[in-house]
Nanobody, 117 residues
Framework: QVQLVESGGGLVQAGGSLRLSCAASVGIFSINVMGWYRQAPGRQRELAATITRGGSTNYADSVKGRFTISRDNARNTVYLQMNSLKPEDTAVYYC???????????WGQGTQVTVSS
């Protein structure tokens, strides 16, 4: 069983930055895909970014060029650096992990990100 704990959320003004962290309870070197999804009020959960064990990344079009996902296998942690934040980035951000992008078996509890205009 993999437990994921997110941190780093908060309130920031538009144009600002935040870095989210996701700490895993097991070594992530064996987990192929790790990523971040987000869910805004009244909307479905959607992909923000994923990263594979080999370092390949995938981003939602809405965050490309502004968000950067990275993983530190030595620290069992995945990060999401978010720059040039917009009010529409306001959401609960969830860390996830699994063997493939369509088999994300593990989810964290989420961390709230609020961007004020």
């Amino acid at each position: 069983q993999v437990q994921l704990v997110e941190s780093g959320g908060g309130l920031v003004q538009a144009g600002g930055s935040l870095r989210l962290s996701c700490a895993a309870s097991v070594g992530i070197f064996s987990i192929n895909v790790m990523g971040w999804y987000r869910q805004a009020p009244g909307r479905q959960r959607e992909l923000a970014a994923t990263i594979t064990r080999g370092g390949s990344t995938n981003y939602a079009d809405s965050v490309k060029g502004r968000f950067t996902i990275s993983r530190d296998n030595a620290r069992n942690t995945v990060y999401l650096q978010m720059n040039s934040l917009k009010p529409e980035d306001t959401a609960v951000y969830y860390c996830t992990a699994g063997p493939s992008p369509d088999k994300l078996n593990y989810w964290g509890q989420g961390t709230q990100v609020t961007v004020s205009s």
